[in-house]
């Protein structure tokens, strides 16, 4: 059990660091590209990230709750699934990448290319880290996190400073030298065991063994992103930036609810009561916390990136609200994977996708910008209560 918290102990510092300094490169980044720019790099992220999760969020949470050895079947078809999944991600990609450039606004040919590239590149990473937190592996995986941020920065600022390439052009080989760097680490930390079950298995197999998951994983994952896509194709170009540093600002914490959640499927931790003991203490000071945040916030971005990348105080201030419930959210939908509620952790997922689009679509049209962040916080509040209600139902029928 001493172990055990240290692990936790470490890997939490580790996580801090690596958000920490991932906020900052942002920020470095950020300056250089300027708003607009900004706003297409952030949407190939957004894009990026969201089909990963998408389509290995389910594989990778069973992945996690049933921990195969490396050898086993199991670990065969998820690797199986994994590259069908990579195939079909790189289409809806460049998919969503022709889309943005026909509607929005062109993406350049170069950078085009190697958006594609950075996509596989991430992927790889992604995947692996999750094999490696399967094992838990949880302080290794961390120390990669970080060390993929601080490789971002170094090889970004060595090709701006000593090549005649764009900013964008060199962000990308950064973070996809960053990413192949790990990969190739985290596979010598797992002692090539995976290269050797790199054989074809059924990938139905394991994918039948995910027995729903996908939808929990599906919907906080769309959920996280689908501000930002609203944003991107919705408002005016330059709208996408400003809000997503200040999301990242708010959401630099984000890594504790993320690792809650992962100890809920990895320990198989059902109650919440370690969770609970602190929650009047933590609403009583909630609402002056957000103020903080969303105030603080505003100040570091006039002072780091100018004036023209401020929004004004009341959208941060629901920015803050939108993350607190959204980190309730995630651990309550955690919760239902292991308590076997099928219906509860099939269907509230999609509804919360459902009313979340709707109610951005609504709130948006009626208040611009800062109906963006109340409608996520009224549907993260909403499901959260339900999920809650759920899960009480199904321990004390």
Not at 20 to 47: D, E, H, K, P, Q
Not at 204 to 217: A, E
């Amino acid at each position: 059990m001493r172990l055990a918290s240290l692990i936790e102990k470490k890997y939490l510092v580790y996580k801090g660091f690596a958000s920490t300094s991932a906020l900052l490169f942002a920020f470095i980044y950020s300056n250089s590209l300027g708003v607009v720019n900004r706003s297409i790099v952030t949407y190939i992220f957004v894009l990026s990230t969201l089909i990963w999760i998408v389509l290995t969020s389910g594989s990778t949470l069973t992945l996690r709750k049933i921990q195969p050895d490396f050898a086993s079947v199991e670990m065969r078809s998820f690797l199986s699934l994994a590259f069908a999944q990579t195939l079909i991600g790189i289409l809806i990609f460049i998919l969503g990448l022709q889309i943005y450039s026909l509607t929005i606004v062109e993406i350049p040919q170069n950078l085009y290319f190697l958006s594609c590239i950075y996509f596989l590149a991430s992927g790889l990473a992604l995947l692996l880290i999750e094999i490696q937190i399967s094992q838990l592996g949880y302080i290794f995986a961390a120390k990669m996190e970080f060390l993929a941020v601080f490789s971002q920065f170094l090889i970004f600022e060595v090709i701006r400073r000593f090549s005649s390439l764009s900013i964008s052009v060199s962000l990308f080989l950064g973070f996809t030298a960053s990413y192949s760097i790990i990969s190739i680490l985290l596979l010598k930390n797992l002692d090539f065991h995976l290269i050797r079950t790199l054989k074809p298995n059924n990938p139905i197999y394991f994918w039948k063994l995910t027995k729903g998951n996908h939808t929990v994983g599906v919907s906080i994952a769309i959920l996280d992103r689908l501000d930002k896509i609203f944003i991107a194709y919705f408002f005016p170009i330059g709208a996408l930036a400003p809000y997503s540093i200040l999301c990242s600002l708010i959401s630099t914490l984000r890594f504790i609810p993320d690792y809650a959640s992962r100890l809920i499927i990895s320990y198989n931790i059902s109650s919440l009561s370690k969770f609970s003991i602190y929650k009047t203490f933590i609403l009583t000071l909630s609402i002056p916390i957000f103020f903080l945040f969303a105030f603080s916030s505003q100040k570091l971005i006039v002072l780091l990136l100018g004036d023209e990348w401020i929004l004004p105080l009341s959208i941060g201030f629901f920015v803050a609200v939108q993350e607190f419930t959204r980190a309730f959210f995630q651990i309550q939908l955690n919760r239902l994977v292991l308590l076997e509620r099928v219906l509860w952790k099939k269907y509230i997922p999609l509804l919360s996708i459902f009313f979340t689009i709707l109610s951005v679509y609504l709130l948006a049209n009626a208040y611009g910008l800062i109906g963006v962040p109340i409608a996520f916080s009224i549907v993260y509040g909403v499901t959260s209560v339900l999920t809650l209600l759920g899960g009480r139902m199904w321990s004390n029928p």
